[in-house]
């Protein structure tokens, strides 16, 4: 079966940087686009980043410049590296691929603050 686990939340101050990391299983990871989005309390899930099987990404404008989505298939693994946070950043982010039909992780908490 499906399963997306993400990895590397937690809490950091206004300008630092963390790494998410999703790793995939039951799937062929290749070939699949993989994206990342986040839930901000009291607000809907918003596509932050997405990364083709080619490798091409897009952004959300709010992100641009200071995230970067990555992919290593050797490990099914989708990365978010995240830079400058800014408080506006704090959600619970999650990993994402369409098939089928959507598949989600379970989410990890991004807390930026001071």
């Known amino acids: 079966q499906v399963q997306l686990v993400e990895s590397g939340g937690g809490l950091v101050q206004p300008g630092g940087s963390l790494r998410l990391s999703c790793a995939a299983s039951?799937?062929?990871?290749?070939?699949?686009?993989m994206r990342w989005y986040r839930q901000a309390p009291g607000k809907e899930r918003e596509l932050v980043a997405i990364?083709?099987?080619?490798?091409?990404?897009n952004y959300a404008e709010s992100v641009k410049g200071r995230f970067t989505i990555s992919r290593d298939n050797s490990k099914n693994t989708v990365y978010l590296q995240m830079n400058s946070l800014k408080p506006e950043d704090t959600a619970v982010y999650y990993c994402?691929?369409?098939?089928?039909?959507?598949?989600w992780g379970q989410g990890t908490q991004v807390t930026v603050s001071s």
């Open positions: 990364i083709t099987s080619g490798r091409t990404t």
């Open positions: 994402n691929v369409d098939m089928s039909r959507s598949y």
């Open positions: 039951g799937f062929i990871f290749s070939i699949n686009a």
